[in-house]
């Protein structure tokens, strides 16, 4: 089929195919800034986005935010291990950023919001630090946001005490200024490495 | 179970029009094709009708059913999406035969239409006879499954909707390509035609080289794809667990669909000797 077109042709083809293949994985880092700690998620994933309720009843969204660094985390205040050491280490990351972190926002998006009412929201957050929000809404803005980030979360079968577990993502996505998606950061990350990208994101203007 | 949970698990978890109208279309097209074929009573045996239906039925579940969540939250299920993707509905699509059938689907001032802008894209007929040629098909074949699972790229091809969907595709008509190709009578491939050895070396090279990725997927100690950590798993199941049932599928049935594909090889090649036997014979009488 092919003893009519030239070799070289078919040479030619073969190299751009693989020229293209490896250069794909190379793409979004820019050529002279150093590489950030966590994963370059730049224009993956779209514009942060969400309709809920803050720890103080407040309807909130998206804009509420803009100018502010904002990381954002999906838990639960029942959480027996995850959640509470990630955001431990966020704390961390925020006293690491010194008088800088007063412009970095945690959004802490409970999956459970059924335990997770706006009072349990408002002590639990508030014993990780000013910078953190506790968000909550019903299924549908909750699932809708899940959805947007790709997150998985699901209930686990009740004990026979009644409580239960809720299996969710561990990753931390991060938001510049104007709300577009940066990094996404997990529980492989130290506080060190978030505080150093963040300070980063935190020099660029609005 | 109950009508909503049904209808959660039947409806696309992301729709995309695309999809929805390239199945549709695709189904509508053929449909007409058979009613004017059994009304000229020359409608080929309903197997085939049944193997596209099949087929095009399974590419549709695989991206616009629930199905598509929980391969994007479990590794497992996402190498099963792609070995229906990229094997399983491409080898029914492909023995359904469905050109002759869907030809008679369209309208017949369409169809010269059709006929005569193809003709005039040369370029394009160029192209498919290159991604056509049997080294670039299989290197395409086996390629597009290494370079998906590569780990950096299968990350952002989980996180970013675009490259997951390309992903999809690019499985989905490489399949098609690559099957049409290996299982095709030579008679009806035009100037793409393959011998039916060349395309049994090829499907052993290419059930090697599955079986090679899908072992070292399945037998690594740690995690390869952390993304299903990172963005959690449709259900409570071990990373390692995960990643070795995913490892499997690459490795058995990926591979099993490649002997598969050299027994019907090896059918068409029977079946074409015994058919050229006879003549052969008969022209030596004659002489």
Known sequence: MLAHAQPVHLLVFLIGVLLAGSSVGLTGCAPHEPPYALHDISGLMPQLAFNLTDQDGRVVNARDYRGDVVLLYFGYTHCPDACPTTLAELTQAMRRLGAASSSVRVLFVSVDPQRDTAAVMKSYVGFFGQQFVGLRGDDASLSALAKRYRVAYHREPPEPDGSYAVDHSSAIFIFDRTGRVRLIGGSGNTPEQIAKDLRRLLSESA | ?287
């Not at chain 2, 492909?94 to 006929?115: C, D, K, S, W, Y």
């Not at chain 2, 394009?124 to 006879?129: A, D, T």
């Open chain 2, 1 to 287: 179970m109950t009508a909503l949970s049904i209808a959660t698990f039947v409806l696309p978890w992301e729709f995309s029009p695309t999809v929805f109208l390239t199945c549709a279309l695709t189904a509508l097209v053929y449909l007409a094709g058979q009613r004017a074929l059994v009304r000229r009573g020359t409608a080929p045996g309903i197997w085939r009708a049944l193997a596209f239906f099949l087929g095009l039925g399974l590419m549709y579940a695989m991206l616009q059913t629930h199905f598509d969540y929980l391969a994007q939250h479990m590794f497992w299920i996402h190498r099963l999406q792609h070995l229906v993707l990229h094997h399983v509905a491409p080898i029914l699509l492909v023995l359904a035969a469905p050109a002759a059938v869907m030809r008679e689907g369209i309208p017949i001032g369409l169809r010269t239409q059709l006929r005569g802008s193809l003709s005039r894209l040369p370029r394009l007929k160029r192209v498919l006879l290159l991604v056509q040629h049997p080294i670039l098909a299989a290197a395409l074949f086996v390629g597009l499954i290494y370079f998906w699972l590569t780990p950096s790229i299968h990350f952002t091809a989980m996180l970013d909707a675009n490259r997951y969907r390309v992903m999809n595709w690019s499985m989905a008509l490489d399949g098609i390509l690559f099957w049409w190709l290996m299982l095709t009578p030579r008679a009806a491939q035009g100037a793409a035609a393959v011998g039916y050895g060349t395309r049994i070396v090829i499907l052993c090279i290419a059930a090697l080289l599955q079986i090679l990725i899908g072992a070292y997927i399945a037998l690594h100690k740690s995690e390869l794809f952390d993304v299903y950590a990172i963005c959690g798993r449709a259900w409570t199941l071990d990373p390692l667990l995960d990643q070795q049932l995913g490892g499997l599928l690459t490795w058995i049935p990926a591979a099993m669909m490649s002997g598969i594909g050299v027994l019907i090889v090896l059918r068409l090649l029977l079946r074409e000797s015994a058919r050229s036997v006879p003549a052969a014979a008969l022209r030596g009488v004659a002489r």
